[in-house]
């Protein structure tokens, strides 16, 4: 359920405009200041705020300043001011919008139900989770490019990093140095295989708890080496 916080020193409109909304199925709270406002602004979780311009402690230009310094969530701001000074003033301090009173209290539910959609598509474009794999205490960042073993960040050189990802990826499956130095390096693997060896080993040194004992890469002997889970 969304959360709106309404700053609001008008009670008898405070109270109209929560009911709207609580009956499109919002959860509403209330201040009639602009200082207790933006404390609970600031300390709680709301998705959309509904902020007077004219209030007492402090005006709503300010609530908004302070509170889009902190938050990106939407700010709708209301005002008996019909201005442009003032809407363009709002706007400019961060506010998503701006109503000048009076309005209808659905015109405010139907604008708060497009701020909030609008922000939520924003969020789900900006906010495209890494590329992750995760096995047994080892976490592979695709994205970052980062290993984590046990939660402690390894410092891996780009061909460790690549090697250890295929793995991983192709999990129990046996590959032969050649196959690997032919997936990683892209080359004829003529008198190179070796090097598969030595980053196999350095991989090890880094993800292994015991490296004659690996619980990871497994040497096949006579084959190759798989990533076992």
């Avoid at 497009?114 to 939520?120: D, G, K, P, T, V």
């Avoid at 495209?128 to 695709?142: A, L, Q, T």
Wanted: glycine share 6%; charged share 35%; aromatic share 8%.
């Amino acid at each position: 359920m969304n959360k709106v916080l309404i700053i609001e020193d008008e009670e008898t409109i405070a109270e109209l405009e929560k009911d709207y909304l609580e009956l499109s199925g919002f959860a509403v709270d209330i201040e009639n200041s602009g200082d207790k406002g933006l404390k609970r602004a600031l300390n709680e979780d709301y998705d959309i705020i509904v902020l007077d311009l004219m209030l007492p402690g402090m005006d709503g230009f300010e609530v908004c300043k302070k509170i889009r310094e902190e938050k990106q969530i939407p700010i709708l701001m209301v005002s008996a001011k019909k201005d442009d000074v003032d809407k363009i003033k709002g706007l400019g301090l961060g506010a998503d919008d701006y109503m000048t009173k009076p309005f209808s209290p659905s015109e405010l539910v139907a604008r708060v139900k497009a701020h909030l959609s609008r922000y939520e598509r924003l969020m789900s474009t900006n906010q495209k989770r890494n590329d992750v794999i995760e096995i047994r205490g080892i976490k592979i960042d695709k994205t970052a490019r980062r290993v984590f073993v046990d939660g402690e960040e390894k410092p891996f050189t780009t061909k460790e990093f690549d090697l250890l990802t295929f793995l991983a990826e192709n999990p129990n499956h046996v590959y032969s140095k050649e196959e690997l130095f032919r997936e990683i390096w892209d080359m004829d693997s003529i008198g190179d295989i070796a090097t598969v060896t030595v980053h196999i080993k350095k991989i090890r040194e880094k993800i292994e708890i015991d490296t004659s004992n690996p619980q990871y890469i497994e040497t096949i002997w006579g084959v190759g080496y798989r990533f076992k889970v």
